[in-house]
């Protein structure tokens, strides 16, 4: 088929502030937070010793995996990605075959890493001279394509099964390659989503390069404050959110529950040129991302009702606003409504994305803005681009009929996807 | 046929058994990989957890004799008198 649309008909999450879609909705609903105060991170000396982690129950874990996958089972990545993937397939109301792979049904789920605990475990005895004993297991949970592979298999998915990785960008990425790949008519339905491991070892680079929180670790969930004159860095998170994308034209041969149409999209870089760097973004790359975007959606930037920033609570979310403003012609009263999930599951690096992309969909799908948590002072040039009416504190019913997510990422990568409330 | 170590290694086995094989079809006489049909790459795993519960240590190049069931278990009670 030429050209299909492409919808969004399942959903998964497993967020620091809520595992499963029910959870998450209530969790952001109500602006719930997901950071805590890690002793271990305390022990280890970290500057920031809080962080988001998805709370996992044995028995969610026994509802995805079998107890011999379970044994010497130690990559947190897989583990959320799976609980993410598995109940948007679920969701979606699609039939697992148990004899067959369905040649029409891919994924493309990434990774920044996933494993890095089961690697820590294995470097350890790799370096006692016990190589042997690593177990059969150690590679699957150690490469980058892991989730996928796991996925691919439980899944019993034909087509394509790979994972992507631009850092921050990444499940941003997966949403948009994947919406390509069911426009190009080589798939009908992708799983699109991302996972991230968190912890010391994921999460040290971040404390190492000062540009995490250290003055709220008595106060966990007041330490993530997007937009806020506060901000003082972004909370480590991580976590998986996942997304079934499917042609139109499947999703009502099979009478899908459809959550909302993606319209158009686009990835680029700044090439870390101009302000450019591995760490910050080209702003003329970030706004052509977004002008890009809005030409493929066939849309004008007046038409856009909300943006779910990437705005992670460092001293750049006033450029952001800057990059949204210009790209989009829009300011003061006339700025669309604007959040940032990160105030609640702080930043959940690679998996940021793919969760924000979930929440990006309910709003839409539910008619509501989820609040912007933290924010008691709004930072003094976010507040002289937008009016403070159009971020929304509290949670908002609004009628959205556009959405645009955006994300960006180290290595001066940038996304941007326009969703559409379906008619 | 040792009948301590018999039970100990039908247990080891037993988690690493497709799900259409009973555990009680253990025999032994069982072929580990032809007959209850565990997956290869997991005789390692299956060597680590003797290893554990017998507190020997399987060279690798006596892997291929852990083929069956009795073998294994003549391979553990080697082991075992040899410590």
Redesign the interface.
Known sequence: MQNPRVVVTGLGVCAPNGVGVPAFKEAIEAGKSGIRFYSELEKLKFSCQIGGMPLISEAVKSKYFTPLQLRNFNAAGILYGVAAGVEAWQDAGLEIDEDHCDFDSGTIFGVGTLGVDKYRESIYKVDEGNTRRLGSTSVQQTMSSGVSAYLGGMLGLGNLVTTNSSACTTGTEAVLLAYERIKAGKAKRMLAGSTSDGGPYVWCGFDALRILPSKYNDKPAKASRPMDADASGFVPGSGAGALVLESLESAQDRGATIYAELIGGHSNSGGQRQEGSMTAPNPVAVKHCITEAVRDAGISGEAIDAVNGHLTATSKDDLEIENWSEALGRSGIDFPYINSLKGMTGHCLAASGSIECVASVLQLKHQFLFPNINLDRLHPSIAMRVAESRIPKVKTPAKLNILAKASFGFGDVNCCLIFKKFQ | MNQEIYPKLTEIIT??LPEDVDPKSIEPSSHLVNDLNINS??L??IV?DVEDAFDITIE?DELNKMDTVEASIALIEQKLEAR
């Open positions: 988690p690493y790459t997991h390692v795993d680590l690798d």
